[in-house]
């Protein structure tokens, strides 16, 4: 009697730092233009593209938006790679890898389960068995994906978005997913006419929340996100908020 092997979902075989620097490698060779898969091969250290290996590593890189399809049938690097290998920004290039870090599905899920912090072995194990995966590989993509959160800053303490400290959690909305109307902490900095708390609104696109920022200078920024907001949401919109304009950037 043969036991009939379970295909574990698709989901990266190595770390996102490790996918970038063979991103760039592949950036050397044509920059963004397309090139051929054999070139591509090639270039990454394989016969050619038939390498079982290679395939392995151009659907890692695909899984995690770091290698695409061009025109004719050629592939190559995006053009957020150019703009994240010359950026002086570093927290535009730090917004670059999560949103990176996000594209893979199987991360996705984790970080929209877990936004805060990332959770035990055995809690990581739990999830990726319960996606599907083998024992074996389950312990494999625990690796990929403790590295890959750790090399992009996930689950930093703090960051820095545009020159303000946010800490995840303290803020509701921007770095808590899971906005659920609670008041903002730390209610006596705010002035007594503004309402501190998170509001649901209606919105063309549908149910809102709009979340009450508070900056230095008794100065008021409103956040207004989607119900239901994602992991990968926070990620782009950290990003965009990395492409602001601030006023004093210049002094």
Not at 188 to 209: E, F, R, T
Request: with cysteine.
């Amino acid at each position: 009697m043969t036991t009939e092997r379970i295909k574990s979902p698709r989901a990266p075989s190595f770390a996102l730092d490790d996918a970038i620097a063979k991103a760039l490698k592949l950036y050397e060779l044509a920059r963004t233009r397309g090139i051929s898969p054999d070139d591509a091969a090639t270039q990454l250290g394989y016969k050619n593209a038939n390498n079982g290996a290679y395939r392995a590593t151009q659907a890692t890189m695909g899984y995690y938006g770091l290698l695409v399809r061009k025109d004719s049938g050629l592939i190559g690097v995006p053009e957020e790679l150019q703009a994240y290998k010359f950026n002086p920004d570093e927290n535009q290039r730090r917004a670059q890898v999560m949103r990176w870090l996000a594209n893979p599905r199987v991360f996705a899920e984790v970080l929209e389960k877990f936004p805060d912090s990332i959770p035990s072995d055995k809690t990581l194990m739990f999830n990726f068995v319960s996606m599907g995966f083998n024992e074996q590989a389950a312990e494999k993509l625990m690796g990929v994906f403790k590295q890959s959160v750790d090399f992009s800053g996930f689950y930093s303490k703090s960051r820095i978005v545009s020159g303000v400290e946010v800490i995840p959690g303290e803020v509701g909305g921007l770095e808590d997913p899971n906005v659920d109307g609670r008041k903002l902490e730390n209610e006596d900095a705010a002035k007594p006419n503004v309402n501190d708390s998170s509001q649901g609104v209606d919105s063309p696109n549908g149910k809102q929340i709009r979340t009450p920022i508070r900056l230095p200078g008794d100065r008021i920024a409103w956040l207004e996100t989607p119900i239901p907001f994602y992991a990968k949401d926070k990620v782009r919109l950290i990003a965009q908020i990395e492409l602001l304009l601030c006023d004093d950037e210049d002094q």
